[in-house]
Protein backbone atom coordinates (compact mmCIF):
# COMPACT_ATOMS: atom_id res chain seq x y z
CA UNK A 1 0.00 0.00 0.00
CA UNK A 2 2.81 2.49 0.68
CA UNK A 3 4.65 1.65 -2.96
CA UNK A 4 1.12 2.53 -4.34
CA UNK A 5 0.85 5.61 -2.18
CA UNK A 6 4.34 6.64 -3.03
CA UNK A 7 3.87 5.55 -7.21
CA UNK A 8 0.72 7.72 -6.38
CA UNK A 9 2.73 10.71 -5.75
CA UNK A 10 5.37 10.67 -8.08
CA UNK A 11 3.16 10.42 -10.69
CA UNK A 12 0.77 13.56 -9.54
CA UNK A 13 3.87 15.48 -8.85
CA UNK A 14 4.90 14.53 -12.73
CA UNK A 15 2.08 15.50 -13.90
CA UNK A 16 1.67 18.97 -11.72
CA UNK A 17 5.20 19.18 -13.49
CA UNK A 18 3.84 18.86 -17.21
CA UNK A 19 6.14 15.54 -17.22
CA UNK A 20 9.50 17.62 -17.25
CA UNK A 21 10.86 15.23 -14.02
CA UNK A 22 10.88 12.34 -16.77
CA UNK A 23 11.82 14.58 -19.53
CA UNK A 24 15.11 16.08 -17.93
CA UNK A 25 18.22 14.53 -18.34
CA UNK A 26 19.70 13.99 -14.99
CA UNK A 27 22.93 15.65 -14.80
CA UNK A 28 25.75 14.66 -12.18
CA UNK A 29 26.81 18.23 -10.31
CA UNK A 30 30.58 19.21 -11.45
CA UNK A 31 30.46 22.62 -9.37
CA UNK A 32 29.64 24.24 -6.29
CA UNK A 33 27.36 26.56 -7.96
CA UNK A 34 25.39 23.38 -9.45
CA UNK A 35 25.39 21.86 -6.07
CA UNK A 36 23.77 24.64 -4.17
CA UNK A 37 20.96 24.54 -7.19
CA UNK A 38 20.50 20.85 -6.40
CA UNK A 39 20.21 21.72 -2.35
CA UNK A 40 17.69 24.16 -2.69
CA UNK A 41 15.37 21.75 -5.43
CA UNK A 42 15.96 19.06 -2.76
CA UNK A 43 14.88 21.58 0.35
CA UNK A 44 12.09 22.86 -1.73
CA UNK A 45 10.72 19.51 -2.83
CA UNK A 46 11.03 18.45 1.17
CA UNK A 47 8.94 21.68 2.22
CA UNK A 48 6.38 20.45 -0.32
CA UNK A 49 5.91 16.79 0.91
CA UNK A 50 5.42 18.24 4.14
CA UNK A 51 2.98 20.54 3.65
CA UNK A 52 1.34 17.83 2.23
CA UNK A 53 1.99 15.80 4.81
CA UNK A 54 0.29 18.56 7.12
CA UNK A 55 -2.58 18.87 4.96
CA UNK A 56 -3.79 14.97 4.70
CA UNK A 57 -3.52 15.44 9.01
CA UNK A 58 -5.69 18.34 8.68
CA UNK A 59 -7.92 16.33 6.19
CA UNK A 60 -8.31 13.67 8.44
CA UNK A 61 -9.48 15.29 11.27
CA UNK A 62 -11.38 17.39 9.42
CA UNK A 63 -13.16 14.13 8.25
CA UNK A 64 -13.22 12.56 11.77
CA UNK A 65 -14.73 15.26 13.29
CA UNK A 66 -17.28 16.28 10.33
CA UNK A 67 -21.00 16.43 11.90
CA UNK A 68 -21.91 13.54 9.42
CA UNK A 69 -19.95 10.98 11.48
CA UNK A 70 -21.68 12.41 14.78
CA UNK A 71 -24.21 9.79 15.58
CA UNK A 72 -21.84 7.09 14.82
CA UNK A 73 -19.22 8.71 17.60
CA UNK A 74 -22.69 8.87 20.27
CA UNK A 75 -23.22 5.56 19.92
CA UNK A 76 -19.72 4.75 20.81
CA UNK A 77 -19.07 3.49 17.35
CA UNK A 78 -16.53 4.61 14.92
CA UNK A 79 -18.38 4.96 11.33
CA UNK A 80 -16.36 2.28 8.26
CA UNK A 81 -15.69 5.63 6.41
CA UNK A 82 -13.63 7.79 8.99
CA UNK A 83 -11.57 4.51 9.20
CA UNK A 84 -11.34 3.90 5.82
CA UNK A 85 -10.45 7.83 5.12
CA UNK A 86 -7.89 7.83 8.67
CA UNK A 87 -6.03 4.91 6.91
CA UNK A 88 -5.51 6.85 3.39
CA UNK A 89 -4.73 10.15 4.75
CA UNK A 90 -2.48 8.47 6.85
CA UNK A 91 -0.86 6.61 4.13
CA UNK A 92 -0.28 9.31 2.37
CA UNK A 93 0.69 11.58 5.49
CA UNK A 94 3.61 8.58 6.14
CA UNK A 95 4.66 8.60 2.56
CA UNK A 96 5.01 12.73 2.14
CA UNK A 97 7.20 12.55 5.57
CA UNK A 98 9.38 9.74 4.36
CA UNK A 99 10.03 11.35 1.30
CA UNK A 100 10.64 14.67 2.76
CA UNK A 101 12.85 13.05 5.00
CA UNK A 102 15.05 11.77 2.32
CA UNK A 103 14.89 15.39 0.07
CA UNK A 104 16.37 16.87 3.13
CA UNK A 105 19.31 14.42 3.54
CA UNK A 106 20.14 14.94 -0.20
CA UNK A 107 19.88 18.98 0.38
CA UNK A 108 22.64 18.36 3.23
CA UNK A 109 24.64 16.20 1.19
CA UNK A 110 24.39 19.05 -1.94
CA UNK A 111 25.05 21.59 -0.02
CA UNK A 112 28.18 19.99 2.32
CA UNK A 113 29.39 19.03 -1.47
CA UNK A 114 29.00 22.66 -2.72
CA UNK A 115 30.89 23.81 0.65
CA UNK A 116 33.87 21.25 -0.06
CA UNK A 117 34.24 22.59 -3.71
CA UNK A 118 34.72 26.06 -2.25
CA UNK A 119 36.85 24.84 0.19
CA UNK A 120 35.24 25.11 3.17
Do not use: W
Not at 34 to 51: C, I, M, P, V
Not at 61 to 75: G, L
Not at 82 to 89: F, Y
Amino acid sequence: MLRRTVMSLALGLALVTGGNMAAAEPKVPATSKEHFELAKQYKEKADTYRKEAADHKKMAAAYRNSPAHAPAKARGDRNPQVKKMDEHCAAIVDAAEKLAVENEKAADFHKLRGNELEGK
